[in-house]
């Protein structure tokens, strides 16, 4: 009987033609049935801006997980359809679309903004939004999720307010960030060598000698040693470089058309501000955090260096610490692992909230 119904609903559900169409299919598919659920998509005023958040999750009285994005500027809001419906069971799930980027950029004038766009400010925003959250939901403490950008943030947060977290969790953990990017080119330009890719060669060695010193990387150049290591897949694994996860972008139910049309320029804009200064940091120096580490690390990252963010694992100390590595993953582990990244963040992260009584 339901093979029949399907084949009968198939035959009257032609193919969207638009973009309208599209989303409205994947904003139904995933829609929040619980009888108590929640779907926010709303801004907030945070650092005297309005910042955009999407809220989701089966019951308010879950514990609550803010994710913050990577980039500068690389929103996962508008690609969370994918990986994270599995999260908003078990968790109240925020994205969060930063300063300087995706509708956040779209909802403010960028010439105002652009002289705020400063480490220190992001950092404040950050504290800002998991005091509102903390308010919001009547929380003592929340979850964060860090990822490559969003981790630098995540590990300040975590040394300046540890006792607003259950837990901190890093995704392609920023540390030594100039021996990262060292590792990297070292990488790309072995690979290139192995495949007798004599373009590749010729630019990377052009580019020597690479992310030396304490002088802020070119952007010019840092893309062109990217270019390469997209290539070779030291961002996603067996992929060239994020072009699936861009395109899946113009899937978004949170995305208008203008803040479709705004979020790569959105993108060139917080990374102008802010890639080539974070690039110059050591986050290793960090030793002692006074809340719970777990670190989501894909084996093949070479884009974040997850060699490096291994062995300062090894030498921080947190009142609890878990590595998890993903063993077909780079970069973008939610959306190249999403079922081990749900399995492990319901079996090893949540039961901290559990513990603390912070569940239904």
Do not use: C
Request: net charge negative.
């Amino acid at each position: 009987m339901t093979a029949a119904l399907s084949t009968t609903a198939s035959a009257q559900a032609p193919a969207p033609t638009s973009r309208a169409e599209a989303t409205k299919i994947v904003a139904d598919i995933r829609k929040v049935v619980a009888d108590n659920g929640i779907e926010r998509l709303e801004s907030v005023r945070i650092g005297d801006i309005d910042q955009w958040v999407s809220i989701r999750g089966n019951d308010p009285r879950n514990p609550v997980l803010l994710m913050l994005h990577g980039g500068p500027g690389w929103v996962a809001m508008p690609t969370s359809w994918y990986f994270q419906r599995g999260w908003e069971e078990y968790f109240t799930v925020v994205q969060w679309d930063q300063r300087g980027a995706g509708k956040t950029y779209a909802a403010n004038d960028p010439a105002v903004v652009a002289p705020t766009m400063t480490r220190e400010r992001m950092i404040a925003d950050t504290e800002e939004m998991v005091a509102w959250l903390r308010k919001e939901f009547g929380k003592d403490k929340i979850f964060v999720v860090g990822q490559s950008w969003g981790s630098y943030l995540g590990l300040e947060l975590a040394q300046r307010r540890p006792e607003w977290l259950h837990a901190y969790v890093g995704i392609g953990q920023i540390t030594n960030a100039p021996e990262s990017e060292r590792r990297g080119y070292a990488w790309t330009l072995e690979q290139a060598k192995a495949a007798g890719n004599a373009e590749a060669v010729a630019e990377l060695e052009a580019l020597a000698p690479y992310a030396q010193g304490s002088e802020p990387l070119p952007l010019e150049t840092l893309f062109k040693q990217r270019k390469w290591l997209n290539e070779y897949g030291g961002m996603v694994h067996n992929r060239t470089g994020g072009s699936a996860e861009a395109a899946a972008i113009r899937l978004s139910p949170e995305y208008s058309d203008d803040d479709l049309a705004k979020v790569w320029k959105a993108n060139d804009f917080s990374m102008q501000h802010l890639l080539s200064e974070v690039l110059t940091l050591d986050m290793s120096r960090v030793d002692r955090l006074k809340t719970p580490l777990f670190l989501f690390l894909g084996r093949h990252d070479y884009n974040v260096s997850s060699e490096l963010a291994a062995e300062w694992f090894t030498r921080v100390q947190a009142p609890a610490k878990q590595l998890v590595w993903f063993e077909q993953s780079a970069h973008e582990v939610m959306i190249e692992e999403p079922g081990k990244t749900l399995l492990t963040l319901v079996q090893q992260v949540r039961p901290i909230a559990e513990r603390a009584g912070d569940v239904p």
